[in-house]
Each structure stands twice: as C-alpha cells, then as structure tokens.
T-cell receptor
C-alpha cells in the first residue's frame, strides 16, 4: 500500500467551476500537510500548508485536513485557465522532515 | 537570482558519459535535497544534506554521487547511467532538516539517457 494515494486524473473542468482535489494516506503520524502546484516544465511551488486538522483559506484556495479519515482536500473556487497544472499533495510526520508525495492530479481548466 | 536555481535545465547524455547537475539556493537555508520525478510516480527522495552533512541516502545506486560543498550549493554527479534514469531531477531546500520545515523547489533538470 502506498503511503499517499492521489487520483492522477486528468480532471477537466470549465472555467469558473469549483474544483476538488483529494489525497488519502495511511500513516497516522502525518502532521504537516501541503499542496504544491506544478506547471509543465517547472518545479513544484508551495500553494498551501496546514498543520494538523482543520481548514485553511487563501484567496480562491481552501485546504482541508480530516485526520480521523486520513483524508485531505484542496478546493479551488472560480477556477481559471491559469490554474491548469498538476497538483501534488505532500505530507510529513511530526518528528521527521521527510515528505511523502502523492503522484499528482493533472487539472485542465477550459476557457 | 532568487529562490532555488538549477543548471542545466536540460541534459542529454549517453550511458558512458559523466556529467554533473548543479543546484544553488539563495534563501539562506541549511538543508538541501535531491528528488527524482518520473512520469505518473510520486517524487522520490534521493539525498538530504543538513548543514553540509549527508543525512539521508535512500538506497540510491552508486552511479549517482552527491556533493555539498557549502549550504548554498548542491551537486549531483552522474556516471554510467541507464535509460531508466531518465527523469526530472529536482533540487529543494528548507531552513533546516526539521519536521514541518517547508521545502522550496527549483525548476528541475530534465535528464535523458540514451
């Protein structure tokens, strides 16, 4: 079983749609949760960072962590063509700075 | 230059060649990382350096040899690679090698082994 599971997509939505991206994990020691966005031919850039459970909002982006279900989500409101990229979830245990990544979900927002 | 830079951005090499990848971070961080990114697979951590000392080597074949001369620079020396080593190689840095420290990535080197 993989440490982190992420649907690879691709996910195709019309401009303005609400997008939901998700990851599940198996290790209950994960305490730090991140979402990275990776444009084609670029390195990943940090989008959202959450510690433990709860929600975090930044503009059109909302990150949710449900530790009881071992499930994290990233919501994108009013999606734009510029949001078209691959989204990687990553997580790290409370006692060690090793990141465990999902394989990424490719998102395409159509104008 | 800001953030994390990597050179070259693209590299094509034969299996008998020797080449090096370079990473430089301008963030004042003390930990640096090499990752391998293959299509449709999660990022694979290869090496970690914290304050210039190697702290992680995730069973990487000896044909990959890292070097960290100071906290700002990281190299990956390549020799006698295999075609399956073709991938995007990403460098990252963080303040220190501590739980929760955010890692910042460079743009990567796209490596093709013929």
């Amino acid at each position: 079983q993989k440490e982190v599971e992420q649907d690879p997509g691709p996910l195709s939505v019309p401009e303005g749609a609400i997008v939901s991206l998700n990851c599940t994990y198996s290790n209950s020691a994960f305490q730090y949760f991140m979402w990275y966005r990776q444009y084609s031919r670029k390195g990943p850039e940090l989008l959202m960072y959450t510690y433990s459970s709860g929600n975090k909002e930044d503009g059109r982006f909302t990150a949710q962590v449900d530790k009881s279900s071992k499930y994290i989500s990233l919501f994108i409101r009013d999606s734009q063509p510029s949001d078209s990229a691959t989204y990687l979830c990553a997580m790290s245990p409370y006692n060690f700075n090793k990141f465990y990544f999902g394989s990424g979900t490719k998102l395409n927002v159509k104008p | 230059e800001t953030g994390v830079t990597q050179t070259p951005r693209h590299l094509v090499m034969g299996m008998t060649n020797k080449k090096s990848l370079k990473c430089e971070q301008h963030l004042g961080h003390n930990a640096m990382y090499w990752y391998k990114q293959s299509a449709k697979k999660p990022l694979e951590l290869m090496f970690v350096y914290n304050f210039k000392e190697q702290t992680e080597n995730n069973s990487v074949p000896s044909r990959f040899s890292p070097e960290c001369p100071n906290s700002s620079h990281l190299f990956l020396h390549l020799h006698t690679l295999q075609p399956e080593d073709s991938a995007l190689y990403l460098c990252a840095s963080s303040q220190e090698f501590l739980a929760g420290d955010t890692q910042y990535f460079g743009p990567g080197t796209r490596l093709t082994v013929l």
